[in-house]
T-cell receptor, first 110, second 114 residues
Framework: KNEVEQSPQNLTAQEGEFITINCSYS?????LHWLQQHPGGGIVSLFM???GKKKHGRLIATINIQEKHSSLHITASHPRDSAVYIC????????????FGQGTRLTINP | DAGVTQSPTHLIKTRGQQVTLRCSPK?????VSWYQQALGQGPQFIFQ???????QRGNFPDRFSGHQFPNYSSELNVNALLLGDSALYLC?????????????FGSGTQLSVL
């Protein structure tokens, strides 16, 4: 079993829909990152969380440390939000190492 | 301010060959990590360098080696290439003393092994 699991693996929605991507982990972490990867490979850092909730524009990220679970929400989704969204955790042990989920491929249709 | 830069962007090699990939960290960063991302998968940690030494290593064979130079740039070397080494290789940099911060990635090198 992977240390970091994301769901769903693929998600297709219509423009304007509310999107939720989930990340569960089984290890002790010091922080969790949500990343966005567009075709071509470039990765953009969206959020870093160690507790609670963060919001940036239409993006909201939450984390529940006790349940070892995080969610990324996109409100009023737009075709330009189409990308792969990746959850990555920074381990408490071996603190320099990041462990990544397999990614969620999001497609927003106009 | 240039971000993390990687070269080359694409590379085609044949089995058994050796390859060197390069990474220049973001200005002000001194720690470089390398990741391998197979198609449809999340990145896998290869190793991390700072102060010109390998500090952490993931589950990769000794065919994967690296180097960091005094200017903080880094190289990833892969010897005796296998078909399974075909992947996107990503470099990320960070300032060493700050644990909680944004991640900065290069655009990657797409390696194809034929």
């Amino acid at each position: 079993k992977n240390e970091v699991e994301q769901s769903p693996q693929n998600l297709t929605a219509q423009e304007g829909e509310f999107i939720t991507i989930n990340c569960s982990y089984s290890v002790g972490i010091s922080a969790l990152h949500w990343l966005q990867q567009h075709p071509g490979g470039g990765i953009v850092s969206l959020f870093m969380l160690s507790s609670g909730k963060k919001k940036h524009g239409r993006l909201i990220a939450t984390i529940n440390i006790q349940e070892k679970h995080s969610s990324l929400h996109i409100t009023a989704s737009h075709p330009r939000d189409s990308a792969v969204y990746i959850c990555a955790v920074r381990l408490i042990q071996g603190a320099q190492k990041l462990v990544f989920g397999q990614g969620t491929r999001l497609t927003i249709n106009p | 301010d240039a971000g993390v830069t990687q070269s080359p962007t694409h590379l085609i090699k044949t089995r058994g060959q050796q390859v060197t990939l390069r990474c220049s960290p973001k200005s002000g960063h001194d720690t470089v990590s390398w990741y391998q991302q197979a198609l449809g998968q999340g990145p896998q940690f290869i190793f991390q360098y700072y102060e010109e030494e390998e500090r952490q290593r993931g589950n990769f064979p000794d065919r994967f080696s690296g180097h960091q130079f005094p200017n903080y740039s880094s190289e990833l070397n892969v010897n005796a290439l296998l078909l399974g080494d075909s992947a996107l290789y990503l470099c990320a940099s960070r300032p060493r003393d700050r644990v909680f911060e944004k991640l900065f990635f290069g655009s990657g090198t797409q390696l194809s092994v034929l």
